[in-house]
């Protein structure tokens, strides 16, 4: 019972830590150039945003803000 009770413990603390760090993992967002396009925060780098503002037209990649 306790090695099960550990083990749920470890699967727990793994899956948080897991969830941290695939919500952290975007650094990158973009910005199209018309009007009412929404800014997209998807990106790990800078070189896939740019790929995709360039496929979309146009518009600009900046890095997100760091949460305080």
């Known amino acids: 019972m306790f090695r099960l009770?550990?083990?749920s413990t470890a699967i727990?603390?793994?899956a948080a830590l897991y969830a941290a760090g695939v919500a952290n993992a975007a650094?990158?967002?973009s910005q199209?150039?018309?009007a009412g396009t929404e800014?997209?925060?998807s990106?790990?780098?800078l070189k896939e945003c740019r790929?995709?503002?360039r496929a979309k037209g146009g518009g600009?990649?900046?890095r997100m803000r760091a949460k305080q």
């Open 5 to 7: 009770i550990l083990l």
């Open 12 to 14: 727990v603390i793994a």
């Open 27 to 29: 650094t990158f967002c």
């Open 32 to 34: 199209g150039r018309s």
């Open 39 to 41: 800014r997209d925060c």
């Open 43 to 45: 990106f790990t780098t």
């Open 51 to 53: 790929a995709s503002v």
């Open 60 to 62: 600009h990649c900046y």
